[in-house]
């Protein structure tokens, strides 16, 4: 199996783990019901985010961090949503893909996964 190595790979990775995410009855509402995701618009800026990230492309400029506090604010993303997340995103890439950028990649998203729990849990504690 080869590295993640381009933009077509990541789209390929993307593209699986919203599969998952969508068939998977435990998350998949925050991407119908909660979110209203286009995917053709989504993934796009997906790919941005990881090959700025992964491969140093540059060009993802949203800010992660508030999307996701927004999103909370209107369900709140526990730490189960973000375990099953990490396990489709982990999944996708393993079937897909093997090397360093792999690794990059998942290690870099269980770090997402932990400052956005720590910003949602301050966030909450801030308004009580």
Known sequence: ???IQNQDDLYKVVDEFY?????????????????????E???PVLVSFWSQSILGT???YNN???IHLDVNAKSYLSKELFEIWLNHFENAIDE???GINCERMKNQ??????VMQI????????KL
């Open 1 to 3: 199996m080869n590295d």
């Open 19 to 39: 599969k998952k995410l969508l068939a998977d009855k435990a998350i998949s509402y925050i991407f119908t019901d909660v979110v209203k995701i286009k995917l």
């Open 41 to 43: 618009e989504h993934l």
């Open 58 to 60: 540059g060009g993802y």
């Open 64 to 66: 992660l961090t508030q």
């Open 96 to 98: 897909n893909y093997q």
């Open 109 to 114: 998203a269980h770090n997402l996964s932990t």
């Open 119 to 126: 910003k949602i849990a301050k966030e909450k504690d801030e």
